[in-house]
Each structure stands twice: as C-alpha cells, then as structure tokens.
C-alpha cells in the first residue's frame, strides 16, 4: 500500500482507534489496589473494574457484529465511539462515587467493544483477499502492544496524576472519526431486522459465562446452564435469529474457533502466570517485570505485519504452524530453566509474543476467509468474543491451580522440592495442550 493509497489511510486510523480502545482492557490492572484503598474496597469489591469491563466488551462484541450484518459500518463505529468518550467522561467526573466508577467502566465497554469488533468487519468487507493477511497482522500487532503497553501506561498515571486520569485516555480516539467517514465506504441498511430476544439471551449468556469463569460461583453456572438451553431453543426455533445456527454448520470456521478458543486460553494463562511467577520465584518488582517482559510486547509491532504477509504467500497454516512451535519451545525452555535466572525469561517471552502473534494473525485471516459475506459480522465478532472468554478460562484455570484446588487431586500431579513450583509443572501442561 503506497503512503497516500486511500486504503493505506483506513487502515492506520483503524490502528490508531483500536489502540485506544484495546488499552482500556488493561490499563486499570495496576491503579486497582488504589481505588480499593480510596473506597474502602475489599479486593473482591474492587475486581468489578475489570470483570465489567470484560462482561460488556464481550457481550459488545457479538451485538455490534450482528448490527455489521445490517447497518452501516461508518456509523456503527462513529456511535461507539461517542459512547466510549461520553462514558470516560462519566467516568472521570464521577470519580468520587465507586458505582459510578463501576457504571462508566461498564458503559466504557459497550462503547470500545464497538471498535474491534467493527475493525476485523471492515478490513474482510473492504480490503482484498490477496493482502488481507498483512492488514490483519498490522492489527493485530497493535492490539498485542495495546495489551502489553496498558499497565505500563496504568501504572504511571496512577504513580504520578490521579487513577482518575485513565479515564481521559480514551477521549483522543474522536480524532479519527472525520478521517474513517471520509474513509470508509457508504452502506445502505440491509434487509432483516435483529432479533431483541435473541440478543438479550446471547448477552446473558456470555455474561453469566465470564462472571463465572471470574468468580466461579456455582449460582452463575446455574444460571448459565439454564440461559444456555433458552437461548438453544430460541435461536433454533425463531424466523431470523440473532445469531444462525447454520453459522455452525460451517466446519472450517467451527474449527477456527475451536482451535483459536484453545491456543488463547493456554497463552492468555501464560501471560496471567509470568508476573506471579518473577515475583515469587525470583523476587521481581513490578518495575523489573514490566522490564523483562516490554521487548516481547513490542515485537509485536515488526512480527505482525511480518505474519500476515508471510501467511497471504505460505498460506495460514504454515504461519500458525510456526507460532505454535514458538509458543511451544518458550514454555519448554521456561518450565526447564525458571529456577536458574530470570534472564531466561527475555528469550522466552520474545518467542512467546512473537508466537502468539504470528498465530493470532494466521487464525483470524483464515476465520474471515471462511465467512460469506452476509455472516462476515457476526462471524467476525464471535471470533472476537473467543479471545474475551479464553482470558477468562485462562487465568481462572491457573488460578485455581495456583490455589492449590487442583494440585495433587488427581487432575495435576506436582512434587514440591522443585524449583520454581508448581510453576514449572503448570508452564509444562499448558505445553502439552
């Protein structure tokens, strides 16, 4: 793509606003212990600041991509982002009120939700096949920066402003607004209507499906269970259903969310141990462990485009061939070598974000490439929701492995004269997986 190619320009203003709205995933990580001591919170209460985010992200992610099956995509995104800022303003204005706190998290999610979910839409709509592998790579390698740049980030302005502060990050993303209308392309409403029962049950279930994979508490499973069956029946006995059951039947992108739901879950879980692991193996500050782990976030940025150009000539498979292997030999090497020094881990990581990247970018690629064009955006924003939900899994199955609930019980076996336990057993199943 030239530098004044129209749809070189569409991508980067995409780059730039997914950015803005992937950091707000993380950027609370690290100020949490300090609204729990402005309010008084135990560190239950305070989680809400992350888990509703999530819940509403994901439940976001699957509504926008049924709307992107409808409407325009322009404008799809213009609302989104007006709730996005409008909520960080709420947000940041209230800041003196804990629900209200909480409230503009929430709103801040359906708004940002929109940008993602939107972006993978516009790019397997608008841009050719033949380089769509490296557009997905450019984004997704800002996506991984986003991801790993948000605590850093979080974790300053806390230091040295107010935790308050994080809530007017999002408002420079209004910027791009006139450049995407000028950018993207006009879509007339298409024909068919959404379907209002459909999508109140998806979105409960999706949100009884996090907060139990948070919380793991059995009333949100029952919950779920029930909502789950209801939804079932609904989608597969109404006219136009949220979202169709046919989707489904379509193997190759059953398959690709099969698949990407499990490599996420073990890499989401990866990213969740490696910090408790530094500081309780290796005594590590915080400071210290962004240090070591910054190099591979950043990779991102030259592995994505990398990935997705190596995909549109080798084909996806080969690409995600090689992130696996990475992904592989990093957990290898640092269920082998943690104890020793915590140098190790620079290697490790390098080849672990650059695996996970290169996978990532291979997998959504090959998912948009099995979708028509009419279930583009509720295929796409599915695929999107995967990677909410794998997080989820992820970290709560190495947090009850971590509890101890799971050790010695039959279901993971450990020795504790090891060193590095049990993180080195943990590091070596995910391997396997």
Known sequence: MRANDPQRQLVLWLMYLIFFAILNETVFNVST????????????????????????????????????DLYSLRRLIEIGTWIYCAASVLGFVGQDSYPVVVLARGLQAMGAAAIPALTFV?????????????????????????????????????ANLHWAMLFVIPLPTLIALPFLRHHIPAEEKRSGKVDIIGAVLVSAVVGL?????????????????????????????????????????????????????TL???VLGV?????????????LGTQAI??????????????????????????????????????????????????FTYWVMLVAMLANYVGFTMFQTAMI????????????????????????????????????ILDGQWLNSGLLSVSTNEVGYPYSDILAVMMLV
């Open 33 to 68: 212990p300090e609204i729990a001591r402005q309010f008084s919170l135990s560190a239950a209460s305070v989680s809400w600041v992350m888990t509703i985010f999530m819940v509403f992200f994901g439940i976001g992610s699957v509504i926008y991509g049924k709307l992107a």
């Open 122 to 158: 516009v790019i397997a709509r608008f841009v050719p096949e033949a380089g769509r592998g490296k557009v997905f790579g450019m984004i997704t390698s800002i996506v991984s920066v986003s991801i790993g740049i948000g605590p850093v980030i979080g974790g300053f302005v806390s």
């Open 209 to 261: 499906l996090v907060l139990y994979l948070n919380f793991m508490y059995n009333g949100y499973l029952a919950g779920l269970v029930v909502t789950a069956a209801a939804m079932v029946l609904w989608l597969r006995n109404t006219a136009e259903p949220f979202i169709d059951p046919a989707l489904f039947r379509n193997i190759p992108f059953r398959n690709g969310v099969f698949v990407g739901m």
């Open 264 to 266: 996420f879950s073990v």
């Open 271 to 283: 990213f969740f141990l490696i910090p408790l692991m530094l500081t309780h193996v290796h005594l």
């Open 290 to 339: 962004g240090m070591l782990l910054f190099p591979g976030a950043i990779s991102a940025v030259f592995f994505g485009p990398f990935a997705g150009s190596l995909a549109d000539k080798r084909g996806n498979a080969f690409v995600a061939a090689i992130g696996v292997v990475l992904l592989a030999g990093s957990m290898l090497l640092m269920s082998l070598l943690l104890g």
């Open 365 to 400: 690629n090959s998912v948009s490439q099995t979708l028509p064009a009419e279930q583009s955006g509720i295929g796409m924003g599915i695929f999107n929701l995967i990677s909410i939900v794998a997080g989820a899994l992820g970290t709560t199955l190495v947090g009850r």
